[in-house]
């Protein structure tokens, strides 16, 4: 009968102590649960801010470079135009300098 009340009690303190560590352990995985959803959160967050900052400055890249290509459209084509009226303009100057060399050869 001794054996049968001891034996009672210690299963009945295990069962106890039992609870008392799952119920700790439920606290526990409750609180890294909570902590995992906020890591989760947080990082979604990073990843958005992050895609937006890589769009806006590949935006701006390409913004940038569509005005260094008009910028070299532009000055190409005024290297091109004067590459067209320089031999006109030389011929005016070169016509200019024997004009004024022949008054000079008349005096």
């Known amino acids: 009968m001794i054996l049968l009340t001891i034996g009672l009690s210690l299963s009945f303190i295990t069962i106890g102590f039992l609870f008392y560590l799952n119920n700790q352990l439920k606290r526990k995985l409750e609180g890294t649960s ?10 979604t967050q990073y990843q958005v801010d992050q895609g937006k900052y890589s769009r806006d400055d590949i935006t701006s890249r390409e913004i940038r ?15 091109y135009s004067l590459k067209k009226e320089l031999p006109s303009i030389i011929g005016k100057v070169v016509g200019q300098i024997e004009f004024a060399q022949d008054k000079i050869n008349r005096k």
């Not at 909570?34 to 990082?43: D, G, M, N, R, S």
């Not at 470079?65 to 290297?79: M, P, T």
């Open 34 to 43: 909570k902590a995992l959803l906020t890591f989760q959160k947080e990082f």
């Open 65 to 79: 470079f569509d005005r260094v290509a008009k910028s070299i459209k532009l000055n190409e084509d005024k290297i």
